[in-house]
Antibody
C-alpha cells in the first residue's frame, strides 16, 4: 500500500525541541522530493519545508527558518523534521507530503495522516 | 513574500456549478494545484498543473489559470463535495505557498 506515516508528535514546552519522522512505503522513496506541511487547529494549510530527492536542495518557510531542519534517509525510506526553539505558534498538525517531482517541486500527490504537535507550558 | 488570496466561503446549491478562485500577482505564470480537505481528514489533490485531474478525481472538477487568478470549478456539485479547498503555488520555484482556503457549503 502506498502510504506515509508520521510519528513523533506530542506535548512539548516552549523553547524545547522535538523530532518528527515520516516513514514511506509502497513507492520508490528516493525518486521524489518530500515536504512538511502544517495546519494549526481550525486554520489553513502552511507549507513548512521541502527537500529534493538527494537532499541537494532544501527550502524553508520564513516562519521556521533557523529553527527547523528537514532531512531524509533514503536507505530507511524516511523523512525527518527537527524542530528546535519551539513556540506556541508552532502548535499544529504536521503532515508529511510526497511531491510528484524529484528535482523540482511540483505538487503534493500523497499525504500522511499527520501528527499533532502541541507547544505549551 | 508571495501571497495567494481566497474567499473564506462559497455556497452552492446541489447540482449547480461552484467556482472557487485564488488570486496572486502574475499567478497565471505559475502552476497551481488545488487540494480538498474534509473535516478530520488529510488534504487530497484534486487539480494539478492548473488543469489536470489525478486519477480517481471526478470529471466534475476542473481548473483554469490566467492573469492573476486561478479557478477551481465544480460542475454539478454534490453534497460530498462540501469541504475546504486550498490553492497552492511556488514562490521562486522553491518556497511553497497556500491560499487561506475556501469553505464550500452545499446548501
Amino acid at each position: 500500500e502506498v502510504q506515509l506515516v508520521e510519528s513523533g508528535g506530542g506535548l512539548v514546552q516552549p523553547g524545547r525541541s522535538l523530532r518528527l519522522s515520516c516513514t514511506a512505503s509502497g513507492f520508490t522513496f528516493d525518486d521524489y522530493a518530500m515536504h512538511w506541511v502544517r495546519q494549526a487547529p481550525g486554520k489553513g494549510l502552511e507549507w513548512v519545508s521541502g527537500i529534493r530527492w538527494n537532499s541537494g536542495s532544501i527550502a524553508y518557510a520564513d516562519s521556521v527558518k533557523g529553527r527547523f531542519t528537514i532531512s531524509r534517509d533514503n536507505a530507511k525510506n524516511s523523512l525527518y523534521l527537527q524542530m528546535n526553539s519551539l513556540r506556541a505558534e508552532d502548535t499544529a498538525f504536521y503532515y508529511c507530503a510526497k511531491d510528484a517531482g524529484y528535482d523540482n517541486y511540483w505538487y503534493f500527490d500523497l499525504w500522511g495522516r499527520g501528527t499533532l504537535v502541541t507547544v505549551s507550558s | 513574500s508571495y501571497e495567494l488570496t481566497q474567499a473564506p466561503s462559497v455556497s452552492v446549491s446541489p447540482g449547480q456549478t461552484a467556482s472557487i478562485t485564488c488570486s496572486g500577482d502574475k499567478l497565471g505564470d505559475e502552476y497551481v494545484s488545488w487540494y480538498q480537505q474534509k473535516p478530520g481528514q488529510s488534504p487530497v489533490l484534486v487539480i494539478y498543473q492548473d488543469i489536470k485531474r489525478p486519477s480517481g478525481i471526478p470529471e466534475r472538477f476542473s481548473g483554469s489559470n490566467s492573469g492573476n487568478t486561478a479557478t477551481l470549478t465544480i460542475s454539478g456539485t454534490q453534497a460530498m463535495d462540501e469541504a475546504d479547498y486550498y490553492c497552492q503555488a511556488w514562490d521562486s520555484s522553491t518556497v511553497g505557498v497556500f491560499g487561506g482556503g475556501t469553505k464550500l457549503t452545499v446548501l
